[in-house]
Nanobody, 127 residues
Framework: QVQLVESGGGSVQAGGSLRLSCAAS????????MCWFRQAPGKEREGVAV???????TYADSVKGRFTISQDNAKNTLYLEMNSLKPEDTAMYYC?????????????????????WGQGTQVTVSS
């Protein structure tokens, strides 16, 4: 059974930084593509960053150059380093896992490819 638990969210001022973590209870974690999604009130869930089993990454245009996705396979943990935060980054952030083999660009745009989700961690950025 796969379980994902996010942590690290909080409230920061614009320009600040946060580091999100996602602890994964997955027997074969290294075989999963992992992704961070976010959802703001009244908006659709959107892909933020994805990392595949080879370590390749891709990002939403809105976060390129500010956010970095990484993972520690030995700890079964996914991270999202968020710098230069903006009020528009305010959202619930979710990590998700999949063993699908489509391109990571496709996965970023299609949350339906991800079968395992955490409960989310709230990020609030004030101006």
């Amino acid at each position: 059974q796969v379980q994902l638990v996010e942590s690290g969210g909080g409230s920061v001022q614009a320009g600040g930084s946060l580091r999100l973590s996602c602890a994964a209870s997955i027997y074969t974690y290294s075989r999963y593509t992992m992704c961070w999604f976010r959802q703001a009130p009244g908006k659709e869930r959107e892909g933020v960053a994805v990392i595949d089993i080879a370590g390749s990454t891709t990002y939403a245009d809105s976060v390129k150059g500010r956010f970095t996705i990484s993972q520690d396979n030995a700890k079964n943990t996914l991270y999202l380093e968020m710098n230069s935060l903006k009020p528009e980054d305010t959202a619930m952030y979710y990590c998700a896992a999949t063993r699908s083999v489509v391109s990571i660009a496709t996965m970023l745009a299609h949350p339906e490819f991800f079968g395992y989700w955490g409960q989310g961690t709230q990020v609030t950025v004030s101006s």
